[in-house]
């Protein structure tokens, strides 16, 4: 398994950590408009700030990784 392989997966995880809760909040916001909603407490939004800070650091790792493979190449002129 490659470095790009691998980084392409942690891309991957990032944007799943990102939007579940965004589109999970979304489908609880329209249940809420209808009065079916769950209550959910301040324990829910923590884990879910937690969550999507998690995502995007995540993809700034990838990003910062990507950058220096870039120079790296650029200097050896591979690229």
Known sequence: MGS???LGA????GRIL???PLIMGLMNFIMEI???GPDLGSE????VILMINTGIITLLYVSVHRF???IRQA???KG
Do not use: H, P
Not at 10 to 13: A, D, P, S
Not at 44 to 47: C, E, F, L, N, V
């Open 4 to 6: 790009e392989e691998k």
């Open 10 to 13: 942690l891309e991957t995880m």
């Open 18 to 20: 990102i939007f579940t």
């Open 34 to 36: 209808w009065g079916k």
């Open 44 to 47: 829910a939004g923590y884990s």
């Open 68 to 70: 220096r493979e870039g």
């Open 75 to 77: 200097e050896s002129g």
